[in-house]
């Protein structure tokens, strides 16, 4: 059973025979399928079943001449809003099944972000329009996480919050100016860091960790598409699974001045999650390619 079904409100699901009667219900009540020429006998075929706003579950499987439909894989998900960044984004199939993760590599982050692409069915059909390997457009993402913590803001007067921002934007253009090979600004960068490191562990000695670090984004486990993250809360909504009528908070976050939503159980957030606040946990990072 998919380990992130809780976060969108299946946490009491633990049979197979329940996850086979909500699979079944994908594959008969699917409010939109999507079909792609697989070889010359049979199709590759996606299914997918809203259960709240913006949740639901995706049904992968071939699809023979005769419509008999034989499933592989299903994941759940969560539609994200807006753009969250306008990289250029790497497309890659996953070397077991018929299924794609991006890779891009945001200068705001300043790592390449693996997630899992959720429309690689559309993304396969324009490849076989267009043969693409590389895309330069846009990407939405979104998170899925199982729980989460809500922490109080860092006070900051408008001189830090101007201070930082142009410290971002002095660091995201020596990144830029390091990948097209420019010697001075890798050392910059390298002298950066080491004050950056200096000036942490002298503050860590009377200081909360997060009173420090404002926001992050970083790899987390074995896993290539699972992040630890903490950013501000931009908005804040509250949904409902139909069929197990569990509550979902479901947050707009900025991380590291990118922005995208997340969703994570009511009951598995300690805290009141308030616009301002930080939101901290561990996500799932989805993504939809806007063709």
């Known amino acids: 059973m998919h380990q992130y079904l809780k976060a969108i409100g299946f946490g009491n699901f633990s049979t197979k025979k329940e996850l086979k009667e909500i699979l079944a219900q994908v594959e008969k009540n699917f409010k939109h399928q999507t079909i792609i020429s697989y070889n010359k006998s049979t199709d590759f075929c996606e299914f997918r079943k809203e259960f709240g706003r913006g949740i639901g579950i995706a049904l992968y499987g071939e699809m023979d001449e005769n419509e008999n439909f034989d499933a592989d894989y299903y994941i759940p998900y969560f539609n994200g ?5 306008f990289s250029e984004v790497i497309v890659e199939k ?5 299924q794609y993760v991006g890779i891009c590599e945001d200068p705001k982050v300043g790592i390449s972000l693996i997630f899992c692409l959720k429309n690689g069915i559309e993304y396969k059909k324009e490849c076989q329009l267009g043969g693409m390997s590389k895309l330069n457009t846009t990407v939405t993402f979104s998170g899925l996480a199982l729980s989460g913590k809500i922490l109080l803001p860092v006070q900051k007067s408008q001189r830090q919050i101007d201070s930082v921002s142009e410290a971002s934007d002095n660091r995201r253009n020596l990144l830029n100016a390091a990948r097209n090979g420019d010697q001075s600004a890798i050392e910059t960068l390298t002298l950066d860091d080491i004050d950056i490191y200096s000036q942490v562990s ?3 000695l009377y200081e ?3 009173t420090i670090v404002d926001t992050y984004f970083m790899p987390y486990g074995v896993e290539c598409d699972i992040y630890s993250i903490m950013g501000e809360i931009l908005d804040v909504s509250e949904a409902e699974n139909q069929i197990t009528k569990e509550k979902l908070y479901q947050l707009r976050l900025d991380v590291n001045e990118l ?3 997340v969703c994570v159980p009511k009951k598995e957030l300690l805290g009141e ?4 606040r930080r939101f901290k946990g561990t996500i799932w990072l989805q993504g939809d390619i806007n063709f």
């Open 81 to 85: 809003s807006g753009i969250t960044t």
């Open 94 to 98: 996953r070397i077991d099944r018929e």
């Open 202 to 204: 002298r503050r860590l």
């Open 208 to 210: 909360d960790v997060f």
């Open 259 to 261: 922005q995208f939503d």
């Open 273 to 276: 999650p308030e616009i301002g």
